[in-house]
């Protein structure tokens, strides 16, 4: 049983432009979270989802961020035109249930030049 | 509120020593308590947990205890070893929008030396 999945595992954008990171949740797990992890810092909570619906995304920047996940497929996490201060770790976690554990990918370090 | 702080920042022990990493809350209706473990480039790995009727709560060398009055708790681990090198998280969850929501600490950089 495959556990969660990231990619890229590593992105380079430049400012301005589009960043669009993946997160495949582990075989029937149907919620999905998103945290950032800046440099020498703990991890904060951005948005939770389930299947086509957005359940709580009061960790998410007002602007140029989004996610989304959708009955097909993984879920993404879309930051539009990125800054400098965008860089950091980004990890997907899921869970089977609302009130289960959550499980965390290996992340995607994302990196605004 | 919302916070969660962890102490200390980074902690260095000889290889048998037991490490100690301390948390501290705020918040008297977070209900569940994780540890997390990240190895450099990887992502966090739940390694055990608590709830608040539980005092203390082992898992082979990893022991969490819990003091609800003092609304802190700890991890201990017992005879460490340098492969637990590692960056340890606390975490502290409630219900809210219909899922646990979790509140990191800030992380303790460990290092065991051989």
């Known amino acids: 049983n495959a556990g969660v999945m990231q990619n890229p595992r590593h992105l380079v954008r430049r400012r301005g432009q589009e960043a669009r990171l993946r997160c495949s949740p582990m075989?029937?797990?149907?919620?999905v979270y998103w945290y950032r992890q800046l440099p020498e810092e703990g991890l904060k909570f951005m948005v939770y989802?389930?299947?086509?619906?957005?359940?709580?995304e009061s960790g998410m920047p007002k602007e140029r961020f989004s996610a989304e996940f959708p009955k097909e497929g993984p879920s993404i996490l879309r930051i539009q035109q990125v800054v400098r201060g965008d860089s950091a770790a980004y990890f997907c976690?899921?869970?089977?249930?609302?009130?289960?554990?959550?499980?965390f990918g290996p992340g995607t370090r994302l990196t605004v030049t | 509120q919302q916070q969660v702080k962890q102490s200390p920042q980074s902690l260095i022990v000889q290889k048998g020593g037991i490490p100690i990493i301390n948390c501290a809350y705020e918040?008297?209706?977070?209900?569940?308590f994780p540890w997390y473990q990240q190895f450099p480039g990887k992502g966090p790995a739940l390694l055990i947990a608590?709830?608040?009727?539980?005092s203390e709560k082992k898992e082979g060398r990893f022991t969490i205890s819990f003091n609800k009055s003092a609304k802190q708790f700890s991890l201990h681990i017992m005879d460490s070893q340098p492969g637990d090198s590692a960056t340890y998280f606390c975490?502290?969850?409630?219900?809210?929008?219909?899922?646990?929501?979790?509140?990191f600490g800030t992380g303790t950089r460990l290092k065991v030396l051989a």
């Open positions: 976690a899921s869970s089977p249930t609302e009130f289960y554990e959550q499980y």
């Open positions: 075989k029937g797990h149907s919620h």
């Open positions: 989802l389930q299947k086509e619906n957005i359940i709580d």
């Open positions: 918040n008297t209706a977070f209900d569940y």
């Open positions: 608590i709830r608040p009727d539980v």
């Open positions: 975490a502290a969850s409630l219900v809210t929008s219909g899922t646990y929501k979790y509140i």
